[in-house]
């Protein structure tokens, strides 16, 4: 096997993002609900809906943002929350679950 091949073997799945089997549990679910409420409150459910749909494949370095920019977002937000949402980003089902809540409400 040429060096080459080593290289590319070696790097064929460097930025996969593993997929969760496991479902949302209650606590992600409910939080999910919460920023689907707090939307719908503020009549942006379509607006959110066009967001979601449109940056859908990019959820897992949105998380990674929220890890970076979370001591200047816990001025504002509720830290265990930010953090929990940053977390439940990284799956790849979340922004499909949240899109499903937001239509419902609408």
Do not use: Y
């Amino acid at each position: 096997m040429s060096a080459w091949e080593k290289l590319r073997r070696a790097l064929s799945h460097a930025f996969a993002v593993p997929a969760h089997s496991a479902p949302l549990t209650a606590e992600d679910r409910a939080l999910l609900e919460h920023i689907a409420q707090r939307l719908a409150q503020r009549r942006l459910e379509a607006p959110a809906i066009l967001f979601l749909e449109s940056v859908g494949p990019l959820n897992f370095i949105g998380s990674q943002v929220l890890h970076g920019l979370r001591p200047f977002l816990e001025l504002v937000c509720d830290a265990t929350e930010l953090e929990r949402l940053a977390v439940l980003l990284e799956r790849r089902d979340s922004l499909e679950q949240l899109t499903a809540l937001l239509s419902h409400r609408a």
